[in-house]
């Protein structure tokens, strides 16, 4: 029972973190995708490590993939926007 709770928690918090950034983008007008590779590689590993979850396939693989969109994901900050506040 507590799998199937903790997944839905992060499933709901996932859509809600989504369309905060999405909306948050829209609003500043923030158009491009190269500022937006930093949040789709975080999102990306939270996707991973959930399906990695279900489908028992935690192990060296399921780390190496957190790994590269961790180091891909810090690389692309360079092209998100600067905040003037």
Known sequence: MLPIILSIIVILS?????TFVLRKRRKLGIKGIKSALT???FYLIGITN???YWFHFLGII????????????????????????
């Not at 996932?14 to 989504?18: D, E, G, K, P």
């Not at 399921?62 to 506040?85: C, D, E, P």
């Open 14 to 18: 996932l859509v809600f973190s989504i």
């Open 39 to 41: 949040p789709i590689c």
């Open 50 to 52: 959930l399906f990695a």
């Open 62 to 85: 399921n780390w190496s993939i957190t790994v590269i969109l961790f180091i891909l994901g810090a690389y692309f900050t360079k092209y998100m926007a600067v905040s003037n506040q």
